[in-house]
């Protein structure tokens, strides 16, 4: 399914076509998100259910609700924070999560969904530790990227995390 971003400093549009509307032809929705700094869409994928998962990374304040509310987070200062988020097929916001550490950043860059729902987020953190649900990963050396990859249930939730790097030496 195709999905794509028009990437803005301070904002985004959002943009999806739904399974069933590809053959067609058929326009998708669109949608703006809003930050006050860099709002980085590194990955998105339409689901069978019209679902839209967008994951990437964002400094400052993100507000992730592309309607009339607000759900603003906001990432550590001096420091990029990664997401992930699910929209529905009317655009409406089912969760957004976030994760990164003050003084270091963490990249969302890339996701797949499985079959069922299931979405897959890589990335890389200079963080120290990164904790995803309740795994907490832990960086191989200082001063080093480390690479981590998780998979989420269609709520939201960290079924596991894996990190891998080095001392850096």
């Known amino acids: 399914p195709a999905a ?4 803005n ?3 985004l549009v959002v943009s999806s076509i ?13 949608f703006q998100l809003e930050g006050t700094d860099y709002l980085n869409i590194t990955g998105m994928q339409v689901t069978s259910d019209g679902s839209l ?3 990437g990374w964002f400094t400052a304040t993100a ?7 607000s759900v603003a987070l906001t990432s550590p200062l001096n420091s990029s924070s990664g997401f992930i988020a699910r929209y529905s097929p009317s655009q409406e916001l089912l969760w957004v999560r976030q994760f990164g ?3 270091s950043n963490t990249f969302s860059q890339s996701l797949a969904v499985d079959s069922t729902g299931n979405p897959y987020i890589a990335g890389n953190t200079s963080s120290l530790t990164l904790t995803l649900g309740s795994t907490v990963l832990t960086n191989q050396g200082l001063n080093t990227n480390d690479a981590f990859a998780a ?3 269609g709520n939201g ?3 596991w995390a894996r990190s891998w790097g080095s001392t850096g030496s």
């Open 4 to 7: 794509s971003a028009d990437v």
């Open 9 to 11: 400093y301070g904002g």
């Open 18 to 30: 739904a399974a069933s509307n590809v053959d067609d032809d058929v326009p998708g929705s669109a």
């Open 53 to 55: 998962y967008v994951t």
């Open 63 to 69: 507000d992730f609700d592309p309607g009339p509310g």
């Open 101 to 103: 550490a003050t003084g």
């Open 151 to 153: 998979k989420l249930d």
């Open 157 to 159: 939730n960290f079924i």
